[in-house]
């Protein structure tokens, strides 16, 4: 293992206690330069299937409810299958019967894809829709629609930032008219969300990322964020993450984002010793 610099994992626990050892900023890992991301979301879904199997089944309720409710937000039709099939007896029948480990997984990715259909209807269009996203810089036209997102995007990540819609829309004007760019990610005349980049900052800075909220946990993050990297020419950016912000930071470290700092800000006032200290988002 020694000579190991390349892996791809499909799954974090979040409870283990290992579990830091699978992220790159990881002082171990680090040292090491070992290149370590997650990968295939299949496999991930596999295993948490059976993982939701064997929770339930060694742990009381609370217990089991309380690590599942974890898996959810990432897997929500794997947790959702391994309950079923945990109901079921599906995986300790597999067992009876002497099913091998890639009947049963062929089975598992079956009923995964039955699923999906029934929680995305349309889902096996989403695919030819993901191919037609494409990329349009925002103009000033477009100002007010990236206010309206960028309050949404305010909201979502619980900032602090009190400003209105008209007051974002102003904010943005003059970021256009700087070192900003704005970009629309557009499918057919549907747009399913925006990004900022300052192009005053080494390397680019990705200050806001949003994706329209009945537009989530479809790919369109994902496939928007690659295009904008083809977009920008680069393959570096730097992006910010509120510290209680724990589902945007899996979404950016499933990725490939690292850690590298922690901003802090002083404020009188606020917490036991007049000031916490906390990351903030631009």
Request: with cysteine.
């Amino acid at each position: 293992m020694s000579g190991v610099r390349t892996i791809r994992y499909a799954a974090s626990d979040p409870i283990a206690g290992g579990a830091g050892l699978n992220r790159p900023d990881n002082p171990f890992i680090r040292e090491r330069n070992i290149d370590i991301r997650q990968a295939e979301y299949r496999l991930g879904e596999i295993q948490r299937v059976i993982r939701t199997d064997h929770v339930l089944g060694a742990l009381d309720p609370v217990k089991a409810g309380r690590i599942l409710s974890r898996d959810q937000e990432e897997y929500p039709r794997a947790v959702e299958l391994g309950r079923q099939w945990h109901a079921s007896g599906r995986l300790r029948d597999a067992a009876r019967r002497g099913l091998s480990f890639a009947a049963v997984v062929d089975e598992m990715a079956e009923a995964l894809d039955r699923q999906r259909q029934v929680i995305f209807p349309g889902e096996e269009n989403r695919t030819d829709e993901l191919h037609q996203l494409r990329i349009v810089q925002a103009a000033d036209e477009h100002i007010e629609l990236l206010a309206e997102m960028n309050k949404q995007l305010i909201e979502d990540e619980q900032h602090d930032n009190p400003m209105n819609v008209a007051q974002l829309a102003e904010r943005m004007r003059g970021f256009l008219s700087g070192t900003y760019s704005a970009w629309l990610f557009v499918a057919g005349d549907d747009v399913k969300g925006y990004a900022l980049v300052d192009h005053g900052r080494h390397p680019l800075y990705l200050r806001q990322f949003f994706i329209c909220r009945h537009c989530r946990r479809q790919g369109w993050g994902r496939k928007g964020f690659r295009l904008l990297l083809q977009e920008l020419g680069t393959d570096t950016i730097d992006i910010d993450v509120l510290v209680w912000n724990m589902r945007g930071r899996r979404f950016w470290e499933s990725l490939g984002f690292a850690g590298r700092s922690i901003r802090m800000r002083y404020e009188p006032g606020r917490g036991p010793n007049d000031g916490d200290a906390a990351e903030r988002g631009g």
